[in-house]
């Protein structure tokens, strides 16, 4: 497929558990974004992916929050004991980069639907 | 990121041009407008972006004031897949400037 692709689209967890939240960016985008939307919420930022340079992980909501990628591919999101509060849909997005280091528009993966019972 | 303000909701009917207005008075010189809208239960989808003039592509038109202090997305003949939540947003362009949404526009666009 030619857009960004999200998996699990949902999971269903219990409390204490730790779940891994996979992108696979658009082939070529150099950036790549997680975001979280809790229901009925606009989006919050939660890291950043550019290259090979250190992301930035200053929307992390705690150290339970984790998140790779392997070089300008596949991004694993990681929640360690998973809470409550972390329900939420997680948003995948990537985006070109230009040699100027201008970002083009983000392009959206459909999100993984978190449940934490 | 400059803060943006946006109604909360609106209605709009269908055929008809729908005009969402975004004030953005902090922006700052080399930060851009985005536009970026939501449909229900998918990921934001992008719309538009300009600097200073205004845009227009098969999507929708954005008009941007000369003080660059607010500006207008046009849609021109809402249908009824237009409804979703319209996000505004100012950015620098420069990669690590990741998009922060605010609490948007949600538009109904009724028959």
């Known amino acids: 497929g030619a857009g960004v692709s999200q998996s699990p689209s949902n999971k269903v967890t219990e409390k204490g558990k730790d779940v891994e939240l996979r992108c696979d960016p658009i082939?070529?985008?150099?950036?790549l974004y997680w975001y979280r939307q809790r229901l009925g919420q606009g989006l919050e930022f939660l890291i950043y992916f550019q290259g090979n340079s250190a992301p930035d992980k200053s929307g992390l909501p705690s150290d339970r929050f984790s998140a790779e990628r392997t070089g300008e591919s596949v991004s694993t999101l990681t929640i360690q004991r998973t809470q409550q509060e972390d329900s939420a849909v997680y948003l995948c997005?990537?985006?070109?980069?230009?040699?100027?280091?201008?970002?083009?528009?983000?392009?959206f993966g459909e999100g993984s639907r978190l449940t934490v019972l | 990121d400059a803060k943006t303000t946006q109604p909360p909701s609106m209605d709009c009917a269908e055929g008809r041009a729908a005009n969402l207005p975004c004030n953005h008075s902090t922006i700052s010189g080399n930060e851009y407008v985005y536009w970026y809208r939501q449909i229900h239960s998918q990921g934001p989808q992008y719309i538009i972006h300009g600097l200073k003039n205004n845009e227009t592509n098969e999507m929708a038109s954005l008009i941007i004031t000369e003080d660059r202090k607010s500006s207008t997305l046009i849609l021109p003949h809402a249908t009824l897949r237009d409804t979703a939540v319209y996000y505004c947003?100012?950015?620098?362009?420069?990669?690590?400037?990741?998009?922060?949404f605010g609490g948007g526009t949600r538009v109904l666009v009724k028959p």
């Open positions: 997005a990537s985006s070109l980069t230009s040699g100027g280091g201008y970002a083009g528009e983000l392009f």
């Open positions: 947003i100012v950015r620098g362009k420069a990669a690590g400037n990741k998009l922060t």
């Open positions: 082939s070529g985008h150099t950036a």
